[in-house]
């Protein structure tokens, strides 16, 4: 069966999908139209309803299942879809949200499983400690396995979050070898648990928006917020140099704090440096894949890049 990025253009799509983002706006002629995203397993598309009533602004809303009759247009260079007919799935339809959502290529059971082995290889039992009292609660557990590790820019899939820490504990483990002043237990918890927080930053895994939290506290700060909780119900002192290191690798994970994305401090150590270009290459790399995989035309803007990028090797 066809997936939502398989047609081409001119091609009729008759499909169920998955509501991500919706916008009302007013054309030219005063009428108003919803641009929305569409998504499934494939990924997503923009969409376009021309001459929205007012039944349909009140049942087409973000996380809503609906069935959809359009077609496949070209709109400076992507694919969007013209919807000529739109309805909200029933359940008669017998479609789930785990049938339209995108999601990480590598099984969740098999990604739980590889990161609880890294968990396995840590020595320091402070580190332990903390990481096993957060994975071990029922909530953030569910979360973990199933968050995305962003909105937009990388990893932005079901599972996608735990994919990028598993990713990131491989790339440590690999570099590790050549950097003998890295801490190994320290940078392996800081891959673990650098972006913990967003796993409240992020409303949910289907459709995530941002939290209120997120917005006025953000992933970073609330991640050494639950590393403190940890501490705390753990008896172990916030003082303590190890969990010290933990939180300073964790506020500094977006780079220096004079290049403006948000990290609290600047890296100070051997191992938050390293970590800040392995989280940038794995983050990338991801992102960059996803745009060679949707691009249609020879050269096409990379977003986590901020510039065209070429498809031709």
Sequence with gaps: MKQLNDYAEGERVITFCLVKQRELA???NQKEYFNL???????TLPAKVWDVTEELKEIIQVKAIVKIDATVQMYRGKKQLVIQRIR???ASDEVGHESLVQASPVPQDELWASLQGYVGKLKSQTLRQVIEHLLGEPDLQD????????VKMHHNYYSGLMEHIVSLLTLADRILPLYPQVDRDSLYATCILHDIGKLYELSDAIAPEYSTPGQLIGHLVMGVELVS??????????????????????????GDVDLGYGSAVSGKTPTAV?????????????????????????WDYAPVLRRRVWRGY
């Design 26 to 28: 007013t054309a030219s």
């Design 37 to 43: 995203e569409l998504a499934d397993q494939s990924g």
């Design 88 to 90: 909200l799935a029933s």
């Design 143 to 150: 979360r973990l396995r199933s968050f995305p590790a962003g």
């Design 229 to 254: 909780d940890a501490c705390r119900a753990l008896g172990i002192s916030p003082q303590d140099s190890e969990i010290l290191h933990l939180k300073h690798c964790i506020l500094s994970h977006h």
């Design 274 to 298: 390293l970590f800040h270009y392995l989280d940038q290459i794995d983050s990338k790399m991801n992102a960059l894949g996803q745009t060679l995989t949707q691009m249609e035309e020879e």
